[in-house]
């Protein structure tokens, strides 16, 4: 096999500090053995998320000096808007200033207390967006999506015979069904056109309109190039028109597959969601031409939707999660199988044999890493999503302890990898060294990014 190799060449570089483990764990200690609470400035390679951190390109960045601010009818609007009808089809396209944006325009004028939304999972702003609305949010991925080492093409689908079964069942509380692509919370794991195609039919059969939840869509597109039978000849484009075909409209957050650092959309066809959508939008967001964001923003955004789809970039893109996974597989690491599109997840239950999930072993592996190697990663596991019994307050255990590296699109080059990977090992071989971790303080909500730790004795 010939090396994938980065297709861009770098014109602006960015320093980043090299710290000693010394100064590292004087840094952690200060932080509450929280990475959240590290300045960026004393990390050396950040993988904490892959959102708002990508690289614009030198086309981008001319097209910044070209942005029309006109409070209405920007020209800016209007090339972004061609951009994202020419992808989508949509008819209404509505700029926001980013994901959760779209979402809450779209909760609030589609969903009502007591309704159910299904997706194959909710991001957890969706979910947390639904929720506020007093719904419910319900996750319905293949049961494949939910084992880690077992692998399978597109697991991100959506389990059609549950979708089926909630359609029957709850018809008049369901107004609306999602997809999310690529499964985000899932691992980053693809959704096939098939799988796409039959949730568009089983929706409309019962009258319901389907929104795609589209922030990696670009990424979602390539996986099915690659893997399924009959889209190996079709372009990037091709294949996204024809996902965004089935559906209604989306929600998008830019700052994924859009390249740039803040933006997102919400689009749909029918008029009068549009009309109720616009609406609201100018009560918190803006006019519909600017929608919070600045024309400028509008301009990168219009150039990143057209970067994104080069097959170039998404085979450097895509091989980079799977380069890393299979050196992490080779030294007897387990991660979540196969790689997604923009991360890679360690099991940190696996990892950590001896660290039981009420000592955070995901916790214990993020504050090695960045002791180890100056490398920032997120704890997805029982500090994020553990719940806490309401009577005897002991803690009750997420599913999985998982400890994700998020890639920043173009930011990295190899050798950042190779050290990466290089860091990762050598934490591995160290494990028998490692302490569980104690909350000391916490919030009452979201306490994975606020919370204070100590490792136990
Ligand atoms: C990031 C993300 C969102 C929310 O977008 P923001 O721009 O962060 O508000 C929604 N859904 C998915 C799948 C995401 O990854």
Avoid at 347 to 355: C, G, Q, S, T
Avoid at 398 to 420: C, G, I, K, N, W
Wanted: hydrophobic share 40%.
């Amino acid at each position: 096999m010939s090396i994938i190799i980065e297709p861009f060449r770098i014109k602006v570089v960015e320093p980043i500090r090299q710290t000693t483990e010394e100064e590292r764990v004087e840094i952690l200690k200060n932080a509450h053995y929280n990475p959240f609470l590290i300045k960026s400035d004393d990390i050396l390679i950040d993988f904490l998320t892959d959102s708002g951190t990508g690289a614009m390109s030198d086309r981008q960045w001319g097209a910044l000096m070209q942005g029309d601010e006109s409070y209405a009818g920007s020209r800016s609007f209007f090339r972004f808007e061609s951009v994202v009808k020419k992808i989508t089809g949509f008819k209404h396209i509505i700029p926001t200033h980013q994901g959760r944006a779209a979402e809450r325009i779209l909760f609030s004028i589609m969903v009502q207390k007591g309704d159910i939304v299904p997706n194959n999972t909710h991001f957890d702003t969706t979910r947390a967006n639904i929720e506020f609305n007093d719904a419910e949010a319900v996750d319905l991925v293949i049961p494949e999506g939910k084992i880690p080492e077992l692998e399978h093409p597109f697991k991100g689908n959506m389990d059609l015979e549950k979708l089926e079964e909630l359609l029957e069942k709850y018809h008049d509380r369901i107004p609306l069904g999602m997809v999310t692509i690529t499964n985000n919370s899932g691992g980053g794991q693809p959704v096939s056109m098939e799988n796409i195609r039959e949730v568009s039919r089983l929706l409309h059969k019962y009258n319901m309109p389907f929104f795609i939840d589209a922030c990696r869509f670009a990424e979602n597109a390539y996986f099915i190039k690659l893997r399924e039978k009959g889209y190996e000849n079709k372009s990037v484009l091709e294949i996204a028109q024809e996902i965004f075909s089935y559906a209604d409209g989306c929600t998008m957050s830019a700052k994924k597959d859009g390249l740039v650092n803040i933006g997102g959309f919400l689009a749909m066809n029918d008029d009068e969601l549009a009309m109720k959508a616009r609406t609201l939008l100018i009560l918190t967001e803006g006019f519909p031409s600017y929608g919070g964001l600045a024309g400028r923003d509008l301009e990168a955004l219009a150039v990143g939707l057209e970067e994104v789809l080069n097959e170039d970039y998404l085979k450097y893109r895509l091989r980079t999660a799977e380069y890393m996974g299979e050196r992490l597989l080779d030294a007897g690491i387990s991660i979540i199988r196969p790689t997604g599109g923009h991360a890679v997840y360690i099991d940190a239950k696996a990892f950590y044999p001896h660290i039981p999930p009420s000592q955070f072993p995901g916790q214990t592996l993020v504050c090695e890493l960045y002791k180890k190697g100056g490398i920032r990663g997120v704890e997805i596991g029982s500090v994020m999503f553990g719940k806490k019994d309401k009577e005897t307050g002991e803690e009750i255990p997420a599913p999985m302890e998982l400890v994700r590296l998020a890639f920043p699109r173009r930011v990295y080059t190899q050798s950042h990898f190779d050290y990466a990977i290089e860091k990762i090992i050598e934490t591995f071989k160290d494990r028998e060294n490692a302490k569980g971790m104690k909350i000391t303080w916490e919030p009452p909500f979201l306490r994975h990014f606020t919370a204070k730790f100590e490792p136990v004795e």
